[in-house]
């Protein structure tokens, strides 16, 4: 397998570091702001050389990223980004390559290559900005938009069946998922920190606020008022514990997870499912990914396997071993060839 390793900063790096002098153009409000925040803070975390970032974006107001960043930057075309990044990542496998986009750059117009991407396990994270609205292009409906939704082209209510993202992660074998919203900022960084030291492909959901064309679309999850009884924030080797006193969970019943309440009918801590992000079964992950009260949050898969770079590197170091034909030369004179 392959040994390339990306180069870590000679020098200590901190968030002011990788943030740039260009004016940030999103709303006042926006979840962007808190967004780019938390890269600015998990980019000097992870410690790797300022000129070994690489973030791509398509279109749309998430893609406007690599210019608020001190790194290099790609802004390519609406829906392209997973494609562009994996390019630079097969060419620099030293690279920390990032994708900035959303719901509607990255499961509509890009959805076959967003799949793609995930398939194949590309050592690249995937910042999926899910504000379930185009905001950019004011105010369409997206794949993530709920179903009903009134928007400026669905005034009678949008009759399309929404993605659910991680859904769709998991079923194209994804290795590394998680969920968090634009409003836990620590959790937020802490997420990013570890799709960072993951090997292989990470896509990362935030639930982001638009407020100018979709305000409160994730309020339920979010909102101070409502939040504790409605995120499961999911640890590792931990009980799925919620709600103000800790005292909800969830057990698995057969096949569907369900709530129950420590000292209720008998239910103790033993009953409460513990939380295994690295099983290589993705069917309880699934499960997690479909729920909706509450919403399961941090990280729900992360699995070891090998990435597609790395694995191309192999095959290629390979054949340039064993292939008979090691040069120009080589080729130039091999099969039929006659003198003049």
Known sequence: MSTTQIPLSNTPLTKDDFLSDQMVKWCPGCGGHAILNSVAQTFARAGFRQENYMMVSGIGCSSRIPYYLNTYGFHGIHGRAAAIASGIK???????????????????????????????NLDITVLLFNNQIYGLTKGQYSPTTPMGKITKTSPFGTIEHPFNPGELVLGSQGTFFARVADNSPKQMTEVMYAASQHKGTAIIEILENCVIFADKAHARITSRETRDDNQLWLEHGKPMLFGAEMKKGIRLNGTTLEVVTLGENGVTLQDILVHDQHTDDPALHLLLAEMKAPVAMGVLRSVEAPTYEDLLEEQIATQHTSHPVQSIEDVMNSGDVFDI
């Open 90 to 120: 097969i060419v620099r496998p030293d690279l920390s390559v990032w994708v900035s986009s959303g719901d509607g750059d990255s499961m509509a117009i890009g959805g076959n290559h967003f799949i793609h991407l995930v398939r194949r």
